[in-house]
């Protein structure tokens, strides 16, 4: 099927699950390759078969395609397998509409998605970064990636039963505008080990980013939600020198380090990572 095909398919079958960015009216048609709202706003789909709900134009901090191909090399590889495994137990065993919000390059979800084949949850994808939903685009599965901004959330009122947010940042009041009555969300927060040994590679122990706290965002979770759970979830992960290339290049821990530091960090790769996050649910 092509991608355009693919993703008109999808939003004919859960329209009822999105609403218009502009107005935040519901989503009446699909007429065409438009979606059409009650107030007459026209959102098109592209080739791809995705749709950009931006209601202007925005920027993301992540718009590169090598560091998405790199994420994509190393979470195929299984980096966040087990993050996976504890976020699908915790799931209900029925069908679900699911967003992951700030999505990537979409290997989350399909790894989520595969292993909930039975429930045929409609999933969606989005992120505010172009470059990242392209890459996603190209997966085979039944899950609609787009563009979207997670504080103007394109999806109707209290029809989300699972919200997923994985090193993304979070908008409360959408989440809970969109979140169905059972809805929970499933957010993963690193914790202070998280990737160590390359911060101790790239940050002097002087630095401010020698070393980092998840205190407020785990703060402001439980603000929100006073009755959430909080799971800790530790391992190690063996790497190749290639994968440790594409984690170097895939990490936003970089940002603060200069070109010559991570020159010199990429002649001493590391064959082991620590993944240190905790899984909030609400
Ligand atoms: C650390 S990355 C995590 C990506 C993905 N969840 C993963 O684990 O590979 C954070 C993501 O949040 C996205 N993001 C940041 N602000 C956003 C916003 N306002 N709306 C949607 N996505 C956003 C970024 O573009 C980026 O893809
Ligand atoms: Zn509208």
């Not at 992951?100 to 979409?106: A, L, R, Y």
Request: charged share 30%.
């Amino acid at each position: 099927m092509k991608k355009i095909e693919k993703g008109k398919l999808f939003l004919k079958q859960n329209l009822d699950i999105f609403s218009c960015p502009f107005c935040h009216e519901n989503i009446n048609a699909l007429e065409n390759n438009s979606l059409i709202c009650d107030n007459q706003h026209v959102i098109n789909l592209n080739k791809k078969g995705t749709v950009n709900f931006l209601t202007h134009s925005q920027k993301g901090d992540y718009d590169s395609k090598e560091m998405w191909h790199a994420r994509r090399n190393i979470l195929q590889k299984g980096l966040f397998d087990k993050i996976i495994e504890e976020i699908l137990k915790e799931m209900p065993n029925e069908k679900v509409n699911l967003i992951d919000v700030g999505c990537g390059e979409g290997t989350p979800l399909v790894k989520l998605t595969e292993k909930r084949p039975q429930f045929k949850d409609a999933m969606v994808g989005f992120d505010i970064s172009k470059d990242s939903i392209n890459l996603a685009t190209d997966n085979q599965k039944d899950i609609f990636f787009c563009i979207a901004d997670l504080a103007n959330l394109p999806f109707a009122t209290n029809k989300i039963d699972a919200i997923i947010d994985i090193f993304s940042p979070s908008s409360y009041k959408e989440f809970n505008r969109v979140l169905s009555d059972k809805g929970k969300v499933y957010k993963i927060v690193p914790n202070s080990d998280y990737l160590k040994e390359l911060r101790s590679l790239l940050y002097d122990k002087s630095s401010e980013h020698a070393t980092y706290s998840n205190q407020k965002v785990v703060e402001l979770f439980f603000e929100n939600y006073p009755q959430a759970q909080k799971k800790e979830i530790k391992y190690k992960f063996k790497l190749t020198d290639d994968d440790f290339l594409d984690l170097l290049e895939m990490t936003p821990l970089k940002w603060g380090a200069s070109d010559e530091k991570i020159a010199d960090v990429k002649q001493h790769p590391l064959n082991e990572i620590t993944v240190d996050v905790v899984l909030l649910i609400s």
